[in-house]
């Protein structure tokens, strides 16, 4: 691995249309790709253009993936400017994403989180990530 290793973060998907809405006009992030039926799948990859990371979610036809397993499934997104990170909480907020109590009490000192479509959750952090 080397810093220019690319990381897709691939999940399946019942509600396909309702999880594009959450990540695009909650998130903020971009439609990047899509494609329609490959071998009985649909998806989309949704990310920021340039970045080295971006989420893929597919739709088996006939088939539901269910809803996440817990709640303390997360993508968590570092926001250390206070600005950004407030914009990004109202962005949710404005679209009809309302914050979700965290399972873990950690995510609530800094950061607030919402719960997508299939019950998984993002926090978005207002700090910056320290490796």
Same mark, same amino acid.
């Given at each position: ?16 249309? #309702? ?24 998806? %989309? ?26 709640? #303390? ?26 914050? %979700? #109590? ?19 959750? %993002?926090?978005?952090?207002? #700090?910056?990530?320290?490796?």
């Amino acid at each position: 691995m080397t810093p220019r290793t690319a990381l897709r973060v691939a999940r399946p998907t019942g509600r396909l249309a #309702d999880l594009v809405r959450f990540y695009t006009e909650g998130l903020g992030l971009t439609r990047l790709d899509a494609f329609s039926d490959h071998d009985g799948f649909d998806g %989309v990859m949704l990310g920021t253009p340039g970045s080295l990371y971006h989420l893929e979610f597919t739709h088996q036809r006939g088939h539901d993936a269910g809803r996440a397993p817990t709640q #303390d499934h997360l993508l968590v997104f570092y926001l250390p400017d206070a600005a950004e990170w407030q914009s990004a909480v109202n962005r949710m907020v404005s679209a009809g994403y309302p914050p %979700v #109590d965290p399972i873990n009490p950690y995510w609530a000192h800094d950061g607030v989180t919402f719960e997508d479509p299939d019950g998984y959750r %993002v926090v978005l952090q207002h #700090d910056a990530w320290r490796a």
